[in-house]
């Protein structure tokens, strides 16, 4: 079992920055790959981006890209993801996930993909 708390989120103004974290839990947190998607107002899941458990593959949505950069501590069991320039598009909840991979390269895209799910962390972004 693996458990996920985010935290980070708020209210920023457009152009603002925020960082989330995700701390994970369990035997084989520094083994997953990590992922973080986001939902907003009557909208699907979308995928945001996502992270190899060695920490040297990554992917990011086409919406993010440039903006966003996702790392991870292995040592701290943590996962962050670092967002600039934000918008009020990106106004949504934040989750964080998890898998099991025996490859330290694979990352994931799809929220299909992921076993484990935080509890969300919300961000608003005023225009």
């Known amino acids: 079992q693996v458990q996920l708390v985010e935290s980070g989120g708020g209210l920023v103004q457009a152009g603002g920055s925020l960082r989330l974290s995700c701390r994970a839990s369990?035997?084989?947190?520094?083994?997953?790959?990590m992922g973080w998607f986001r939902q907003g107002p009557g909208k699907e899941r979308d995928f945001v981006a996502s992270i190899s458990s060695s920490g040297g593959y990554i992917g990011y949505a086409d919406s993010v890209k440039g903006r966003f950069t996702i790392t991870r501590d292995n040592a701290e069991n943590t996962v962050y993801l670092q967002m600039n320039s934000l918008k009020p598009e990106d106004t949504a909840i934040y989750y964080c996930s998890a898998r099991w991979t025996p490859f330290s390269s694979l990352y994931f895209r799809s929220g299909d993909d992921y076993t484990y799910w935080g509890q969300g962390t919300q961000v608003t972004v005023s225009s």
């Open positions: 369990g035997r084989t947190s520094s083994t997953s790959a």
